[in-house]
């Protein structure tokens, strides 16, 4: 029994061990061929990864050439706007001081046959000659001052003045213009006393154009008023009428340069005007660091337009 265990027993540990030799390099085999396999999957994804960058890498290039090829066509036609920009301009102020001059030539020989003319009929073609030299003066001034925005040159002459005074200076010339249209003229308060530090020239025109539109879109009968008051850091001017009114979607583009409200039915108001006092009151007013706006009820409801200055003294 002793001799057979000791014959048996290292065959039997011999061949365990061969067994596990076997199955050993079957599976050290087996490994290996499981990582080609993965080695080969992965090395395919990769290929397809770097396929799919090369192709993206190709529609960057297009598109950065066509991003350039087009940031330099904005460049240019960016270029091309900006001398035509400055062409407008140029020839607005040509156009304006070349009409200034026979304009005034026109007028000043018409009123001088107005003296010389002995026939009433002549006398009153030619005060319309004037009327109408007058209401053409009054455009060119307008474009003047919108050439000089667009040039930026509208400068402001700062002076220290009795703030008063711009209302003084016109509410005769309004007067008059109110009572030619039956509308009544009626001044509340005026800020006589105050004294401003700005152009007393430039902020009479900006209360001008805000009366003498107050008149024009007031039917008559109506009424139109004035009111000055003093506020803490300035002064505040309205103007109230019980005209035609503003439609609530227009009391802020009807101050953009052209603008004439579009809700409002009489053609006969918009073809006196060319929707131009308005923005250069705004810009008068930016210059002077002041606000202007304007309120309505509505249509047929009559408006307020307002504006305040600053002292800046
Ligand atoms: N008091 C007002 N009442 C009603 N609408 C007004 C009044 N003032 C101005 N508007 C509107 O604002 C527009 C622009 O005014 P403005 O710039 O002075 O140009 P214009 O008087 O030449 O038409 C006017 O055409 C009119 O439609
Ligand atoms: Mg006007």
Redesign the pocket.
């Known amino acids: 029994m002793e001799l057979v265990a000791v014959i048996f027993l290292p065959m039997v540990l011999l061949m365990a061990g061969a067994g596990v030799l076997v199955v050993s390099q079957v599976s050290s085999f087996m490994q290996s061929s499981f990582m080609n396999q993965r080695q080969r999957v992965s090395n395919s994804m990769i290929q397809q990864y770097m396929v799919q960058i090369a192709m993206a890498q190709t529609q960057i290039y297009a598109r950065s050439a066509e991003l350039e090829r087009l940031s330099r066509k904005l460049a240019l036609s960016n270029q091309e706007l900006g001398s035509l920009n400055d062409m407008k301009t140029k020839f607005l102020s040509m156009v304006v001081h070349d009409v200034r001059t026979p304009l005034a030539s026109i007028r000043g020989f018409s009123e001088l046959l107005i003296k010389k003319t002995p026939g009433e009929r002549e006398a009153q073609y030619l005060k319309n000659i004037v009327a109408s030299t007058d209401q053409l003066g009054r455009l060119i001034a ?1 474009l003047t001052d919108l050439a000089m925005i667009e040039a930026g040159k509208l400068k402001m002459e700062k002076a220290i003045f009795d703030s008063g005074e711009i209302a003084r200076d016109i509410i005769p010339a309004i007067s008059i213009n109110a009572q030619k249209r039956g509308v009544d003229f009626v001044v509340t308060e005026l800020t006589d006393g105050m004294m401003l530090n700005g152009d007393k020239f430039r902020l009479t025109q900006v209360l001008m ?2 009366l ?3 008149v ?3 039917p008559q009968g109506h009424k ?1 008023e004035l009111t000055m008051r003093r506020e803490a850091r300035g002064i505040a001017v309205f ?1 109230k ?1 019980s ?4 439609h609530p979607s ?1 009391t802020k583009k ?2 953009g340069k ?5 809700h ?1 039915k009489d053609e006969k ?2 073809k ?10 705004t810009e008068i007013i930016r210059a002077h660091k002041g606000e202007i706006g ?1 309120t ?1 009820p509505g249509l047929g409801k ?2 307020t ?1 307002f504006f305040r200055v600053p002292y800046g003294l």
């Open positions: 307008d154009n805000l003498n539109n107050a024009k879109f007031t139109v103007v009428d005209g035609i009114g503003i227009e009807i101050f052209f603008y004439q409200a579009r409002q108001l918009r006196q005007g060319w929707g131009l006092g308005l923005s250069i009151a304007a309505s009559g408006s337009f």
